[in-house]
């Protein structure tokens, strides 16, 4: 099982599912993109209260794996990531995007 702690463990594990370095934490609009890739980004934070404070913050990061072709194979794999939910497929200009959401 891999144990995810920070944002680095995050992607180390996405680079690995992918099997190269096609994996980007929030690129520019002008960064040009091999495919398939990986694209995460942070969408939020889980706070945990307890005794009238914060007793654990969790971050939310949203992944979207993009490829050119359907594939099963590495969203499989990404959903093999604990605390880790798929979220939605959809199109866009004829490249298919898979989009999950994990916590670590």
Do not use: W
């Amino acid at each position: 099982m891999v144990n995810l702690t920070c944002r680095d463990d995050l992607k180390k594990a996405l680079r690995t599912i992918i099997g190269s370095k096609e994996v980007y934490f929030q690129p520019p609009e002008s960064q040009r993109l091999t495919y398939p890739c990986i694209i995460y980004e942070l969408g939020d934070y889980n706070l945990i209260h307890a005794d009238n404070g914060k007793h654990h913050i969790s971050e939310q990061y949203n992944i979207t794996l993009i490829t050119k072709q359907p594939d099963e194979t590495i969203g499989k794999a990404i959903l093999e990531l604990p605390m880790c939910s798929f979220n939605r497929p959809f199109i866009n200009d004829g490249l298919y995007h898979y989009v999950f959401t994990i916590y670590i």
